[in-house]
């Protein structure tokens, strides 16, 4: 079960930096919009609407990178930490939702809990 959680800790922090990496897209993309209509009202909309989104993007993929990193070093808070993100990756279909199964396979078993407490 060990190298299922190593897996999963993996698991979580790719899942997360690709979270990142596509709220740092759609800020760039939205405020390269803004700026290729050279109107200033467009430009300050979708720039905000672009920070918005990054943000938010941003705030949600913490705790799956936190919850990685933690399951790689075995963690007993890590577990906790990683079952809410999983519970809360179910909402993304498809990829969010396998993780999110898969998360909870591998956190909820007797000999995980063992291990990581």
């Not at 209509?37 to 979708?46: F, P, R």
Request: net charge positive.
């Amino acid at each position: 079960m060990k190298k299922h959680i190593e897996l999963l800790g993996i698991l979580h922090l790719v899942y997360s930096s690709l979270a990142l990496a596509i709220g740092a897209f759609c800020f760039i993309l939205m405020s390269g919009i803004g700026f290729l209509t050279h109107d200033a009202l467009a430009m300050s909309i979708l720039g905000t609407i672009g920070t918005v989104v990054c943000v938010l993007i941003t705030v949600l993929a913490i705790p799956g990178i936190i919850a990685g990193i933690g399951l790689l070093k075995m963690k007993s808070w890590a577990r906790i930490v990683a079952i809410i993100v999983g519970c809360l990756n179910l909402l993304h279909f498809p990829f969010g939702t396998a993780l999110g199964v898969y998360t909870l396979w591998v956190l909820l078993n007797d000999e995980s809990r063992n291990l990581l407490s």
